[in-house]
């Protein structure tokens, strides 16, 4: 499975389980390239929660926003040493 993957493309994906279709919401794409999914926690639950916060901030509707670069910069940071080191 590519990691990807369009809004569009998971919901007509026979391989996808209904139960991860049924859950992503229109909500869950990015704010920035139209119909690609930034949640995907909900398409790869494995990915680690840091990472998927980071992700989260560029969705269409963001719980918060990066004010600087050095935010993202500082969160990612830390999702390396906490999640691949």
Aim: hydrophobic share 40%; charged share 25%.
């Amino acid at each position: 499975m590519k990691f990807t993957l369009l809004y569009q493309q998971v919901m007509q994906r026979s391989d996808i389980p209904s139960s991860i279709r049924d859950n992503l919401v229109p909500e869950d794409a990015s704010a920035f390239f139209e119909y690609r999914i930034m949640n995907i926690k909900k398409l790869y639950p494995y990915i680690s929660d840091r990472l998927s916060d980071i992700l989260l901030h560029f969705t269409v509707k963001p719980k918060a926003y990066y004010s600087s670069v050095n935010e993202l910069i500082s969160d990612y940071k830390e999702m390396l040493a906490a999640d691949f080191s």
